[in-house]
Every structure is written in structure tokens, then in C-alpha cells.
């Protein structure tokens, strides 16, 4: 039997198929993406990670991959990407596996879906653009489950953390300075009655020396500044104060008489003016009166 001769009007027909044969080989191997969501139902105010991979066999120069957009979403929106890169042995082979990842939250409940990601890549030398594409995923966005806590990421924790760790400093401080102002309040109250009886008990010297005008005037220095330290500092007038103030009028009117009714008059306000001083300081601090007594 003689062989039979390839018919030549089939030779044009068979040019297609071997092109399409011989370009993959000559191109080198076709990356084929993969999609995965996680979980695949997403909560409300929850997240899911989306990764898109490729791989293939061979150097990881071999395929170089452009960053790609973040996938446009209904009901969820796109809080975060990376990327990263992993090779494994597959036998003898080598392979290389390219992830992208993005972070998504449910922000509208109901069906929602991711759209399509699409890479793109060069293969060296020749640096020949190509350009891949992921399915679209349809997910549900459920109601957040009962009692599940929104996540804050970790620097934010640390951020609430140091927060509240100053607060209580701050507080404690504050109140220690508080509790210190108001011991020093409470010695400088308890201090006034004590330092104008000194200041009177010097004036009497003047008495004493026959300077009618200097005692006055001491005198009603004196008073003058307890009356304004005592009310900046309570805030409100006693009895003794008013009579103390009454006493300052009467000092004026004989700063300058040189009578023994005058001197007399004197003798009764310094009189006066030393017991409402007692008094008050008796009144505020119990001790002191006791001791007097």
C-alpha cells in the first residue's frame, strides 16, 4: 500500500491551530488568578480580607505585577492593601505565588459584591504588557452579631491606653496640688489673727513713746490690712470684722489729739481691737482657745 501524499489544500487550514500551539510555549507560561473572601458572609461593621493570587513556575522576575486598584464594592468599602510574595517547591519545580490583599468592611446590609480585580503584569525581556481579571463575588452584608465589639486596631488601643493612663495622672496631681492648697489656704487663715496681734502688740511702743500719730497710724495699718486679707481669702464678714472696721473711722479722728481722753479712747480701741482679733482666732481654731483658757 503506497503512502498517500498530505493533501496541500489543508496545509493553509492547519497554520491557525499551530500558531495557537506554538505561542503559549514560546510565551512562556499563562498566570491564572484565584479569588477568596474571609469570610465569605461579612457582619455589619465587621471585616473581611479579599486576596487576589497568581502564580507560576520559575524565577520571580519572571513575571513582573503592577499594583493594582482596589476592587469596587456595593455594601462594603475597601479599608486597607498589601501585598506579598511566597515561593514553594513543587518537585523539581519552582513556583512563585504573587498575592494582592485588600481589607473590606460591611457598611450597608443586604447582597452586596466585589467587582473584578484586574492585574497587570510584563514579562521580561521583552516587557510586553497582559492583563488579567478576577470574577466579580457576590457576598452578603448580615446584621452585627450580638455582642461583638467593634475592632480597633492595635495603635488605636495603645493610643485610648495612654490616654487614660494621663488622665489619672493629671487627676491624681490635680488633686494632690488641691489638697496642698488648701492645707497652705488653711495655715494662712489660721496665721492671720496670730500675725495682726503681733503687729498690734508692736505698735504699743509708740503708745508707750507718747507718738500719738504713729500708734494711730499702726493701728489702723494693721486692721486695714487683716480686714483685706480675711476677705479675700473667706469671702464673707463676722461680727468681730465689722466691729474691727467700725474701729478704723474713730483711729483717723484722733491720729492727731493729744488729749488724756484721747489717750484714754485709744487704750479702749486697742482693747477692743485685741479681743475681736482673740475671738476670731478662737473661733477658727478650737486649740487656740483652749490653750488661752
Same mark, same amino acid.
Given at each position: ?8 489544500? &489543508? ?81 523539581? $519545580? ?9 481589607? #473590606? ?13 484586574? &492585574? ?27 455582642? =461583638?465589639?467593634?475592632? &480597633? ?29 488648701? %492645707? ?7 496665721? #492671720?489673727?496670730?500675725? $495682726?496681734?503681733? %503687729?498690734? +502688740? *508692736?505698735?504699743?511702743?509708740?503708745? #508707750?513713746?507718747? @507718738? ?22 473667706? *469671702? ?7 466691729? &474691727? ?29 485685741? $479681743? ?11 486649740? =487656740?482657745? @483652749?490653750?488661752? +483658757?
Amino acid at each position: 500500500m503506497r503512502d498517500r501524499p498530505f493533501p496541500s489544500a &489543508l496545509i493553509p487550514a492547519a497554520l491557525p491551530l499551530f500558531f495557537l500551539l506554538v505561542l503559549p510555549v514560546r510565551g512562556g507560561e499563562i498566570p491564572r488568578p484565584a479569588v477568596r473572601l474571609e469570610p465569605e458572609e461579612v457582619a455589619f461593621g465587621e471585616e473581611a480580607v479579599l486576596t487576589v493570587s497568581v502564580s507560576w513556575e520559575g524565577d520571580p522576575s519572571g513575571l513582573v505585577f503592577s499594583r493594582p486598584a482596589p476592587p469596587s464594592c456595593r455594601g462594603l468599602e475597601v479599608t486597607g492593601s498589601t501585598q506579598r510574595s511566597v515561593a514553594y517547591r513543587d518537585g523539581d $519545580a519552582l513556583r512563585q505565588v504573587r498575592e494582592f490583599i485588600f481589607t #473590606l468592611r460591611g457598611i450597608e446590609e443586604g447582597p452586596g459584591r466585589v467587582g473584578p480585580v484586574r &492585574l497587570t503584569y510584563r514579562r521580561p525581556p521583552e516587557d510586553e504588557e497582559f492583563s488579567l481579571a478576577t470574577n466579580p463575588l457576590e457576598v452578603s452584608v448580615v446584621p452585627s452579631r450580638p455582642g =461583638s465589639a467593634l475592632r &480597633l486596631p492595635a495603635a488605636v488601643l495603645l493610643v485610648l491606653a495612654a490616654a487614660v493612663l494621663a488622665a489619672f495622672y493629671i487627676l491624681y496631681w490635680v488633686r494632690r496640688y488641691q489638697k496642698k492648697s488648701n %492645707e497652705l489656704i488653711a495655715d494662712y487663715v489660721e496665721n #492671720l489673727e496670730a500675725e $495682726a496681734l503681733r %503687729e498690734l +502688740e *508692736g505698735a504699743r511702743r509708740h503708745r #508707750l513713746e507718747g @507718738e500719738t500719730g504713729k500708734y494711730c497710724e499702726k493701728v489702723r495699718t494693721v486692721l486695714t490690712g487683716y480686714l483685706e486679707k480675711k476677705a479675700a481669702v473667706v *469671702g464673707r464678714e463676722t461680727a468681730e470684722q465689722s466691729e &474691727l472696721a467700725g474701729l478704723l473711722p474713730r483711729l483717723d479722728e484722733l491720729r492727731f489729739g493729744g488729749t488724756r481722753e484721747a489717750r484714754g479712747e485709744l487704750d479702749e480701741i486697742y482693747r477692743r481691737a485685741t $479681743a475681736a482679733l482673740q475671738s476670731l482666732e478662737s473661733d477658727f481654731n478650737p486649740k =487656740s482657745a @483652749e490653750s488661752q +483658757e
